[in-house]
């Protein structure tokens, strides 16, 4: 069985500071680990994916993720929020090879201020 | 463009009166789903295809029909809506069935009074 947990509901931040938003995952196989951006009246945008290629993976908007299997995590970060950054973000789990479910988190909602 | 879209983005309806909210993605994906988004709820999958004629009930399938007669569209059909059908619905592909990668249309918001 696979889960994911997001940590926090919502993360606010200072415009310039950095970001880091918390994903727990479990999973009996191993995962394949996703980040989604919904910004306000809009679809899912995958920020990012972590395959089993290298464990730091870089996305768009300069976010980035890091695999670290021995803690089950997978937070997205980023070194400087901008305003543009306000947005809900979903950490997604799914197997390699499957036709298992994807499993998305319940949302983180970002709020970025002046 | 790479693109899935929806139709409509916004719809009002009544209660009983048969909808159907289309689908198309035209990057010859395979495996194409339905979402429903709803505060506090999350994202839950309501049907699922993985290739022409084959589709699978989501976990909150009741109430929803679909169908896949061609691989680009995945229309949702909603034979007679209720009140708690009101919700914001997404449809998405991926070029991997039952992978984590999928392309999400721009959402359609639905209120059924």
């Known amino acids: 069985a696979q889960s994911v947990t997001q940590l926090d509901s919502h993360v606010s931040v200072s415009e310039g500071t950095p970001v880091l938003l918390r994903c727990n995952y479990s999973?009996?196989?191993?995962?394949?680990l996703f980040w989604y951006v919904q910004h306000p009246n809009k679809g899912l945008q995958l920020l990012l994916k972590y395959t089993s290629a290298a464990t730091l993976v870089k996305g768009i908007n300069g976010f980035e993720a890091e695999f670290k299997k021995s803690e089950t995590s997978f937070h997205l970060t980023k070194p400087s929020a901008h305003m543009s950054d306000a947005a809900e973000y979903f950490c997604v789990v799914s197997r390699k090879t499957s036709y298992d479910k994807v499993i998305f988190g319940p949302g983180t909602s970002l709020s970025v201020i002046p | 463009e790479a693109q899935v879209t929806q139709n409509p983005r916004y719809l009002i309806t009544v209660t009983g009166k048969k909808l159907t909210v289309t689908c198309s993605q035209n990057m010859n994906h395979e495996y194409m789903s339905w979402y429903r988004q709803d505060p506090g709820l999350g994202l839950r999958q309501i049907y699922y295809s993985m290739n022409v004629e084959v589709t699978d009930k989501g976990d909150v399938p009741e109430g929803y029909k679909v169908s896949r007669k061609e691989k680009r569209n995945f229309p949702l059909i909603l034979e007679s809506p209720s009140p708690n059908q009101t919700s914001l619905y997404f449809c998405?592909?991926?070029?991997?069935?039952?992978?984590?990668?999928?392309?999400f249309g721009e959402g359609s918001r639905l209120t059924v009074l």
């Open positions: 998405a592909s991926s070029p991997l069935v039952g992978t984590g990668e999928l392309f």
């Open positions: 999973s009996s196989y191993s995962p394949s």
